[in-house]
């Protein structure tokens, strides 16, 4: 045969192709140091913050010459199912951004920093942190996160359209009535052929506002022991009523499903209640957008409701380098590092750099009622800390609630479906997460 | 060596690793799905045996199950006809003797090889409801276009029109079904003086009837596996948990996915997968003994 | 014939009109969506939001191509996506043509029943293997790897491979093969310097197919590769669309539509490319599976 002689050849060729495209495939994505040097890897989500985490880093590296970095950026919506995805598959990185949402079910993967903590609370300063955020970082009395960042619930609104609609400003003593007013002086309903404009924002899909009614009612969705759901008291219900009267009854938030996407930024909504402190950087960068935040206004129950979250970096149970780990979280969390994020629009963890930014006068990035944001302090309720809270509340309470913004279900009917769905998952689930 | 030891070395030789391969990522996975289906398996700790509890708990007290089966069958019953139809319909009129038949086959197959994910969300954009193509185009008109994507009355149908765009792999299918119906039966058939339609109803609709038994079956099995389009849908919405607003479309390959990535589930998620193969196999078991009936095979 | 054919066939003008009418129309409504996603990825971001909206670009951008090329660094899951594809198709190719050739010329028993369980994996949904097959790579450590995507290519996995192959195979008369072994050629050269070029339409069927799915494979990259540098395009699309609002630069959560158009046109460029120039394998290969099915 004409080609036996290329044949082995040809074979061979073959043979190295594959083996080097088999190498080039497994080849493991752990970054591997240069002799001498330690790697951790770093999981964040990807933020405007980018280009000040990557030069936090160039610092701490230049600070630390045996230590190297390598930061993992991920998109904010895909970040929770990635990090179980590595979780599940042993492969978490040393360090990642974590919050106490997710730490009931990441509590199985992220080492207890207590005595990390206690060890070095002189030097990153531990008493500088709100005693709400040194709570919200602890379980169970253990440490488990070190807190960069928080969450607050807020009144936001935009005082271009305020003053626009001849409407006088929310105050600090504002109850959902006057919420509801303004709302409403606010609405334009497009009939003109513009795009219509709406008094306040509405929330779906998550319990970012709702909740905040349900508690402002005098309800709660969760017993104090996370055991029991409790959205089926008379409370709880009229809280989820105000929710869907904002748009059903009062006309003041649009419809279901035609909720303008990002409202606030492109001005077609004046208010959001709840909102979040991650999106203060954007509003900051978006041109032509002049907002403040106020206390939320008081419910028939109370004024307490809003959110008080946090997130801040963990580290992995099974990190061979924590101490390593543990110095970049400290760095990251420095009060200069808080001040820097805090310069660009959001609220202090710590205590100097809240005092600090309250003191500075003139124009700044933060909103100019920066004092009702940090009295709104008083006012939130942290997240229960029930392992499987993030699940339940999307699964199996979120759909009910859903279906009564749609008109399907009445609040109270609602109320009882979710708290019937999620009791009967809980006392099924359980406390099966350890 | 014998020559059936030879047959036999070589066999395995050049078999083996397909086997091996079938043995390993078909076979073993799923006894060891089927296994892990009766435990408890929260990815943090070994499974743990307990029997049915994960199928009780599905039936029973699962929020997201039924209405995931529900959303999944109704999708494949009204999916099912509308795309086999198109394809039968389609490929009849480029049965005929017809000017550039190769490219309106191009044409109408194109679509259906391009990846689903581009499709969802070439089309969430386009159904957007605030600002999307399709409601800006109704607002010129005067009309008030729905919240196609995020509204749970329109999101299922509009997944629906999205997948029918796929339709031109049966009808390629039959298209090649249709072509080998021999002219002669047509001729016998004209002259016997059956019309059009009774020449379809006689001649072709038998003759291609195993073709549309193969359609149907990989149509149901194609349905009730969606993954890609729900998935990029979803995402493409940028709805904070995957299935929409009140679980519209919550596809079961998608819940599945969710509860075993999203949630850790993964035995939970291991009996889902059970059911959702079990379901296949009856229906295919349904259509073959069915298809025994009414389809007609040679002459 | 003849006469008859002529007057059955015959067909009306007007019927004429309305079957071009009506193959027009479908064809219309099939390539809208490609149509307005070329199109609005030529387009820049006020255009797009502009009411009423345009059909064409005032003009084309073409640079949105370079910004996501370059500027987002996307040519990495083009490449990505490449590799992969390509590593699947050599092991596709590599196994499967050996074992449709076993399955067709050798006789051992129980061959039908084998063959038989390996088409019933045809059937079996990916969402059952799935788990197991997770637990099995993390434990071997191969999450966030290529090779769960490339390794069951590389052992027979292309099953719909075998089946076609074989039935190719088997219409070779087994003559030639009875000729070459007399010949003193060893059964792997009649493979590969026999059989299979005899058979370049059907293995070129394969490889299409093959790349096919996966390049539009969604599925196992979302649950395998978990780092951004190993993404494949389709994963990449989703990524772009879920990080999109903290790239555009400008301002929060607007959603650059154009780039996405963008990037999803690049995604499938390769797949019409291929398509408009080897249509006719991928027209025989779907009718292969289903006249035979």
Excluded at chain 1, 404 to 415: C, D, I, N, T, V
Excluded at chain 3, 160 to 175: A, W, Y
Aim: charge should be positive.
């Amino acid at each position: 045969m004409p080609f036996r002689q290329r044949e082995p050849l040809l074979w061979l060729t073959v043979v190295l192709l594959a083996v080097t495209g088999f190498w080039w495939a497994g080849r493991s994505r752990e970054p591997r140091p240069a002799p001498g040097r330690t790697v951790i890897s770093w999981y964040v989500i990807i933020s405007p913050l980018r280009d000040l985490y990557t030069a936090e880093v160039a610092a701490f590296e230049k600070l630390h010459p045996g230590i190297e970095v390598h930061i993992f950026w991920v998109p904010g919506t895909e970040y929770n199912v990635k990090l179980k995805t590595l979780a599940a598959a042993h492969q978490l990185p040393d360090l990642f951004f974590s919050g106490d949402v997710w730490l009931s079910y990441l509590l199985p993967f992220s080492r207890d920093l207590t005595p990390l903590v206690r060890r070095d609370a002189a030097e990153f300063g531990l008493d500088d942190y709100f005693p709400a955020i040194r709570r919200a970082m602890q379980l169970d009395g253990k440490d488990y996160i070190l807190p960069e960042y928080l969450n607050l619930s807020l009144l936001y609104f935009n005082r271009r359209m305020f003053a626009a609609a001849g409407v006088p400003e929310p105050t600090a003593e504002w109850t959902w009535d006057d919420l509801v007013r303004a709302g409403q002086a606010l609405t334009h309903d497009g009939r003109d052929g513009s795009p219509p404009v709406w008094g306040s924002s509405r929330v779906e899909g998550w319990w970012g506002e709702w909740l905040i009614y349900v508690r402002q009612a005098g309800g709660k969705a969760f017993s104090p022991d996370g055991r029991r759901c409790l959205l089926d008291s008379p409370a709880a219900i009229a809280g989820l009523r105000f929710y869907l009267e904002k748009s059903s009854r009062y006309h003041f938030s649009a419809p279901a499903g035609f909720e303008p996407l990002n409202g606030f930024v492109n001005q077609r909504v004046a208010m959001i209640v709840g909102g979040h402190v991650n999106y203060w950087l954007n509003y900051n960068q978006t041109p032509g957008l002049d907002w403040d935040v106020q206390l939320l206004p008081a419910g028939p129950g109370s004024r307490s409701g809003g959110e008080l979250a946090i997130a801040g970096y963990s580290i992995s149970r099974e990190s061979r380098h924590p101490e390593e780990a543990w110095a970049l979280a400290k760095f990251l969390t420095r009060p200069e590092a808080i001040a820097s994020i805090v310069a660009r629009g959001s609220l202090s963890v710590r205590r100097s750099v809240a005092e600090a930014a309250l003191r500075q006068p003139g124009p700044r990035a933060n909103p100019h009622n920066l004092a009702a944001a940090y009295r709104q302090f008083e006012f939130g309720e942290p997240i229960p800390h029930h392992p499987n809270y993030v699940e339940i509340m999307f699964l199996v309470v979120q759909p009910e609630i859903d279906r009564m913004l749609l008109g399907e279900l009445s609040p109270a009917a609602a109320g009882r479906r979710a708290a019937a769905a999620a009791n009967a998952f809980m006392d099924t689930f359980g406390s099966a997460t350890p | 060596m014998t020559h059936r030891r030879a047959q036999s070395l070589w066999f395995w030789m050049f078999a083996g690793p397909a086997v091996a391969g079938f043995a390993a990522f078909s076979l073993w996975p799923m006894l060891e799905s089927l296994w892990l289906s009766f435990c408890q398996y929260e990815v943090v700790t070994p499974p743990r045996f307990i029997g049915l509890q994960n199928y009780a708990y599905l039936f029973a007290h699962d929020a997201s199950f039924w209405p995931s089966v529900k959303v999944t069958l109704v999708f494949t019953v009204i999916q099912l006809p509308l795309a086999v139809g198109a394809a039968l319909a389609l490929a009849l009129l480029l049965n005929q003797p017809v000017r550039g038949r190769g490219f309106w086959r191009a044409v109408y197959f194109l679509p259906s090889i391009l990846p689903q994910a581009v499709f969802a969300v070439v089309f969430g954009y386009i159904f957007q409801a605030d600002g999307g193509l399709l409601n800006r185009l109704l607002a010129l008109g005067g009309l008030h276009g729905a919240a196609w994507t995020t509204s749970p009355t329109w999101a299922l149908p509009v997944l629906i029109g999205i997948s029918l765009w796929g339709f031109g792999y049966p009808m390629v299918i039959f298209l090649g079904g249709l072509q080998n119906v021999p002219r002669e039966l047509y001729e016998a058939a004209h002259i016997d003086g059956a019309g059009a339609w009774a020449r379809f109803r006689h001649v072709t609709l038998p003759l291609i009837s195993p073709v549309i038994f193969f359609n149907v079956v990989m149509g149901v099995i194609g349905a009730l596996k969606v993954f890609d389009l729900a998935y990029a849908f979803s995402v493409a919405q940028a709805q904070p948990a995957p299935g929409g607003p009140a679980r519209a479309t919550l596809f079961y390959g998608l819940n599945l996915y969710q509860q075993a990535f999203g949630y850790f589930h993964m035995g939970l998620a291991s009996a889902m997968a059970w059911l959702l193969f079990v379901c296949i196999l009856l229906i295919t078991a349904v259509n073959f003994r069915v298809g025994r009936r009414w389809v007609h095979y040679g002459d | 014939m003849g006469i008859d054919a002529r007057t059955m066939h015959r067909r009306t003008p007007a019927a004429t009109v309305c079957l071009y009418a009506t193959l027009a129309l479908g064809a219309l409504v099939m390539l809208v969506p490609l149509a307005w996603m070329l199109l609005t990825s030529l387009k820049t971001y006020p255009e797009i939001l502009r009411n009423p909206p345009a059909w064409l670009p005032a003009s084309p951008q073409w640079r949105n191509y370079r910004t996501v090329w370059e500027g987002f660094a996307y040519y990495r899951f083009f490449l990505n996506s490449l590799f992969v594809a390509v590593m699947v198709i050599a092991g596709t190719v590599l196994t499967c043509c050996p074992a449709a050739y076993a399955f067709a010329y050798y006789e051992v028993r129980h061959k039908e029943l084998i063959f038989g369980a390996l088409l019933c994996t045809l059937m079996l949904p990916a969402q059952v293997t799935v788990i197991p097959l997770f637990k099995a790579f993390a434990a071997l450590h191969w999450v966030n790897t290529y090779l769960p995507l490339v390794v069951p290519a590389w052992l027979g996995g292309n099953v719909f491979g075998i089946f076609l192959l074989r039935q190719f195979f088997r219409t070779i008369p087994p003559s030639f093969i009875e000729a070459a072994r007399l010949d003193g050629a060893s059964e792997w050269t009649i493979l590969w310097r026999l059989v299979v070029p005899m058979s370049l339409p059907a293995v070129l069927t394969v490889v299409i197919f093959t790349f096919l799915w996966s390049w539009n494979d969604l599925f196992n990259p979302l649950v395998y590769l978990q780092s951004e540098e190993l993404c494949t395009l389709p994963v990449g699309l989703l990524y772009f669309i879920a990080r999109a609002e903290q790239l555009t630069g400008g301002s929060l959560g607007q959603t650059p539509w154009h780039l996405v158009m963008t990037l999803a046109t690049i995604m499938v460029l390769p797949v019409v490319g291929l398509f408009a120039v080897f249509q006719r394998y991928f027209v025989e290969g779907v009718a292969a599976s289903g006249v035979k099915g």
